[in-house]
T-cell receptor, first 117, second 114 residues
Framework: AQSVTQLDSQVPVFEEAPVELRCNYSSSVSVYLFWYVQYPNQGLQLLLKYLSGSTLVKGINGFEAEFNKSQTSFHLRKPSVHISDTAEYFCAVTPADRGSTLGRLYFGRGTQLTVWP | NAGVTQTPKFRVLKTGQSMTLLCAQDMNHEYMYWYRQDPGMGLRLIHYSVGEGTTAKGEVPDGYNVSRLKKQNFLLGLESAAPSQTSVYFC?????????????FGAGSRLTVL
C-alpha cells in the first residue's frame, strides 16, 4: 500500500522568502510523484510531477521538487514566494506499476502555505 | 473550455434527504473519480470508474452510490444524507489508467447536511 505524509500542515512565510514544503511517502514499489495546488475556492491543478529521469523537477510558477529515493521524499521548493502563492499544496503518489491499483492517486493531508506581505 | 464540470456548486440538505452530484467531462477520458475533501484530511477517494458502465469502491464508499451510464458523466448519489457527509466533493478524470497520466479536477461541490 502507498501512503503520503506532509510534515507541515501550515507554513507561514513572508513575501520574497524561500519556502520548502515537505513530503515523504511510503511504498513497496516504484512510484510516480505529484504536487498539486489548490487556490481558494478552486479545484486542484497540477504543479509538477516526477515520473523518471532527473530527480530535480521543475513546475509552473517557479516551483521545483527533488525526488530522493533513499529518503523517500519529494520536497517542494521555491526560492522566492509571492503573495499569489498562498494556497493549499498536496503531495500525491501512485504506483508506477500499471497493473496495480489501476493508477489510483494517494494524497497527503495538504500544507497550507500563507505568504504575508 | 474543455474540462470537468460539477453541478451543483453548493447545496444544503437536511438529514435523511437524498441528492445527486453530477460530473461531466468533455475530454473523452476513460477514468473518472469522486473524492471528498475535509479539513486536515486531504482528499479521500469515494468511488471511481474505469469506463462506461463500470464502477468500483474507493477508500470511503459507505453512504454513497455512483453510476456511469455515459462515458462523459459520473454521478455521485447520497440516498440518505448524514451530517458526516458535509464536505467538499471533487470529481476528476484521466485519459487512461497509467499513473503517469495527470488527473483533471472539477471546481468542487460544497455540500452541507444539517
Amino acid at each position: 500500500a502507498q501512503s503520503v505524509t506532509q510534515l507541515d500542515s501550515q507554513v507561514p512565510v513572508f513575501e520574497e522568502a524561500p519556502v520548502e514544503l515537505r513530503c515523504n511517502y511510503s511504498s513497496s514499489v516504484s512510484v510516480y510523484l505529484f504536487w498539486y495546488v489548490q487556490y481558494p475556492n478552486q479545484g486542484l491543478q497540477l504543479l509538477l510531477k516526477y515520473l523518471s529521469g532527473s530527480t530535480l523537477v521543475k513546475g509552473i510558477n517557479g516551483f521545483e521538487a527533488e525526488f530522493n529515493k533513499s529518503q523517500t521524499s519529494f520536497h517542494l521548493r521555491k526560492p522566492s514566494v509571492h503573495i499569489s502563492d498562498t494556497a493549499e499544496y498536496f503531495c500525491a503518489v501512485t504506483p508506477a506499476d500499471r497493473g496495480s491499483t489501476l493508477g489510483r492517486l494517494y494524497f497527503g493531508r495538504g500544507t497550507q502555505l500563507t505568504v504575508w506581505p | 473550455n474543455a474540462g470537468v464540470t460539477q453541478t451543483p456548486k453548493f447545496r444544503v440538505l437536511k438529514t435523511g434527504q437524498s441528492m445527486t452530484l453530477l460530473c461531466a467531462q468533455d475530454m473523452n477520458h476513460e477514468y473518472m473519480y469522486w473524492y471528498r475533501q475535509d479539513p486536515g484530511m486531504g482528499l479521500r477517494l469515494i468511488h471511481y470508474s474505469v469506463g462506461e458502465g463500470t464502477t468500483a469502491k474507493g477508500e470511503v464508499p459507505d453512504g454513497y452510490n455512483v453510476s456511469r451510464l455515459k462515458k462523459q458523466n459520473f454521478l455521485l448519489g447520497l440516498e440518505s444524507a448524514a451530517p458526516s457527509q458535509t464536505s467538499v466533493y471533487f470529481c476528476a478524470s484521466r485519459v487512461g489508467h497509467s499513473g503517469a497520466n495527470v488527473l483533471t479536477f472539477g471546481a468542487g461541490s460544497r455540500l452541507t447536511v444539517l
